[in-house]
């Protein structure tokens, strides 16, 4: 069964990083589109970083400031630099996986970022 693990949230200073992990348990073929989102308290998600057929594409807010990539194994990652107390939320990975039977996405459990001095 696939399942994805989300770690490296937790609270931070205005100007502080963090790097989140999106790790993938269970056998599968490969990692297709994938990307970050996050949810503030009374806010819709929104996509934050994406890789969409090989594209990168980023939200205005946190362009130069956040950086999406991926290992060659299964674990996709979200560095933040220079975090600022807009950027507080529950941050959650999506992939498109090919299990080698399905192609569908995935979402991880959400990791909360806080920044606040």
């Known amino acids: 069964q696939v399942q994805l693990v989300e770690s490296g949230g937790g609270l931070v200073q205005p100007g502080g990083s963090l790097k989140l992990s999106c790790a993938v348990s269970?056998?599968?073929?490969?990692?297709?589109?994938m990307g970050w989102y996050r949810q503030a308290p009374g806010k819709q998600r929104e996509l934050v970083a994406g890789i969409t057929g090989g594209r990168l594409n980023y939200a205005d807010s946190v362009k130069d400031r956040f950086t999406i990539s991926r290992d060659n194994a299964k674990s996709v990652y979200l560095q933040m630099n220079s975090l600022k107390p807009e950027d507080t939320a529950v941050y959650y990975c999506n992939l498109q996986i090919n299990t080698g039977v399905v192609l569908r996405d995935y979402w991880g459990q959400g990791t909360q970022v806080t920044v606040s001095s």
């Open positions: 269970g056998s599968i073929f490969s990692i297709n589109d």
